[in-house]
């Protein structure tokens, strides 16, 4: 149901924008989580629809940007001055009730993307 794309293998202080299209219904919150091997699955950034409210992660802040185009049911990360932590996998995850005290955690998303490659090489 939901579908990211994006990743790929870029410089240290390169960019790259991720995309995630939902099919078939329109999600309140839509965001990124990222994973580096042997790590958690970390919380990046989320959109809420409701008030456009955006949310990020302290690593994700000032670098990346959230943003949503409600008429294609899609949520992008725009991601500048990559660094090589940044590597991991990205994946879009959604949900319509996530309690704000809990958007940074991936449990209170039901809804996963397959996830997609983001290597920054130093």
């Known amino acids: 149901q939901l579908q990211a794309c994006g990743g790929g293998l870029v410089q240290a202080g390169g960019s790259l924008r991720l995309s995630c299209t939902s099919s078939?219904?329109?999600?309140?919150?839509m965001g990124w989580f990222r994973q580096a091997p042997g790590k958690e699955r970390e919380f990046v950034a989320v959109?809420?629809?409701?008030?456009?409210?955006?949310y990020y992660s302290d690593s994700a802040k000032g670098r990346f940007t959230i943003s949503r185009d409600n008429a294609k049911n899609t949520v992008y990360l725009q991601m500048n001055s990559l660094k090589p932590e940044d590597t991991a996998v990205y994946y879009c995850?959604?949900?319509?009730?996530?309690?704000?005290?809990?958007?940074?955690?991936?449990?209170?998303?039901?809804?996963w993307g397959q996830g997609t490659q983001v290597t920054v090489s130093s």
């Open positions: 995850a959604a949900d319509d009730n996530v309690i704000m005290s809990s958007m940074r955690s991936a449990s209170a998303y039901d809804y």
């Open positions: 078939g219904r329109t999600f309140i919150f």
């Open positions: 959109f809420k629809k409701r008030g456009m409210f955006t």
